[in-house]
């Protein structure tokens, strides 16, 4: 992020190790909640976000040099996994471990706002999201399920109920083996 620190995730001790890249020093951990499993920052440095499997929910970490600390765990209708931010970083979105959605927080207020339903053009096969990201425009969904295949969701808010839609899927790929990460490239 911005801030010039860097942040490892450590799943042995459910730990953010805090680093300062002038230094390479090690500076601070903030302890985040067991069963932990992805650590994002805000692009602009201020705040990080991890998934907590166990309780259902992201947990919000303050990363104001010097005070770094959780401050609070938003709940989630189902555990969370990968996490992804929108271009501007306004918005997070968690895939679910269990379920064939994707939740929305607003970073402003770290409230849960939003539920992506996803259809399954793979009718056949449960999907759950191991890799998300989101296009810079912030109209599509690209999703990664426990298959080697990417899908490509349009996002939409049409006919939503309690803060819920469902996403189709515009378009599929297929790979040999699964990809690994799952990254949208902004330029500046």
């Known amino acids: ?84 931010f929108n271009a501007d970083g306004t918005h997070l979105y968690a895939g679910s471990r269990d379920r064939s959605e994707v939740y929305v927080i607003d970073t402003a207020t770290d409230e849960f706002i939003w539920t992506y339903k996803l259809n399954n053009p793979y009718a056949m096969l449960r999907i759950t999201a191991e890799l998300i990201a989101i296009s810079s425009d912030e109209n599509y969904l690209y999703m990664v399920p426990q298959y080697p295949v990417l899908i490509i969701y349009k996002i939409t808010k049409d006919d939503a109920v309690d803060n819920t839609s469902w996403l189709d899927a515009v378009q599929t790929q297929e790979f040999v083996k699964a990809p690994s990460r799952l990254e949208v490239i902004r330029p500046d």
């Open 1 to 84: 992020p911005a801030n010039g620190r860097g942040y490892i995730l450590s799943s042995q001790d459910d730990t953010i190790a805090i680093f300062d890249f002038a230094s390479g020093a090690k500076i601070n951990f903030v302890e985040i909640g067991n069963s932990m499993g992805f650590f994002r920052c805000r692009p602009d440095g201020r705040k990080g976000y991890g998934s907590i499997n166990a309780r259902q929910s992201v947990a919000v970490v303050d990363l104001s040099k010097g005070a770094e600390k959780t401050i609070k765990h938003i709940k989630l209708p189902s555990a969370p996994y990968y996490l992804a």
